[in-house]
T-cell receptor
């Protein structure tokens, strides 16, 4: 399965600033996804990063707040803009290059970026 | 609406068996996944069920009943390293994953 490097692993940020999270995959993948995981809550899909076109955002997430880049098939970035304490969360990059023995598309995740906004 | 329910936390004893339940309500159904997530680490794939019945993989088994919208993950011969959160996710008719909040499993000696 693919190996994902995600950085930073954690950061403490000031309110009103922006932070960019990087996701590097060791193989070319078509689909890259960005998730948010808040304490005690389910994984929430922010957007799908598309190579060569704009990201596809889920309901409740907008490009101005979470701009995404996907310059090639192995790399993507997610920026959390104008941060507030409510943005404190773990942000996870994931890809879907593999299948299980039953034929399911299995997600592989990065280790996540834990952001704390003061 | 679409929803996944699983217990928030469970405690079990090393060497014992534990069953983590998951119920789902989705618009259509295209399979159910279980992931394991150790604290501070990435979720990792455990199992996938799309047909009714039990899928066994070593110490871990996963069961699905589509008519009941129900799945469980069964962990046998529990080890301390099994202490983790277990995430249930169902895939709907649009192949979107709907995630549960996870069950934190605490293993005691």
């Amino acid at each position: 399965s693919a190996v994902i490097s995600q950085k930073p692993s954690r950061d403490i940020c000031q309110r009103g600033t922006s932070l960019t999270i990087q996701c590097q995959v060791d193989s070319q993948v078509t689909m890259m996804f960005w998730y948010r995981q808040q304490p005690g809550q389910s994984l929430t899909l922010i957007a799908t990063a598309n190579q060569g076109s704009e990201a596809t955002y889920e309901s409740g997430f907008v490009i101005d707040k979470f701009p995404i880049s996907r310059p090639n098939l192995t790399f993507s970035t997610l920026t959390v803009s104008n941060m507030s304490p409510e943005d404190s969360s773990i942000y996870l990059c994931s890809v879907s290059p593999g299948t299980s023995s039953s034929g399911a598309n299995v997600l592989t995740f990065g280790a996540g970026s834990r952001l704390t906004v003061l | 609406g679409q929803n996944i329910d699983q217990p928030t936390e469970m405690t079990a004893t090393e060497g014992a068996i534990v069953q983590i339940n998951c119920t789902y309500q989705t618009s259509g159904f295209n399979g159910l996944f279980w992931y394991q997530q150790h604290a501070g680490e990435a979720p990792t794939f455990l199992s996938y069920n799309v047909l009714d019945g039990l899928e066994e993989k070593g110490r871990f088994s996963s069961f699905l009943s589509r008519s009941k919208g129900y799945s469980y993950l069964l962990l046998k011969e529990l080890q301390m390293k099994d202490s983790a959160s277990y995430l249930c996710a169902a895939r709907d008719s649009n192949y979107q994953l709907i995630w549960g909040a996870g069950t934190k499993l605490i293993i005691k000696p």
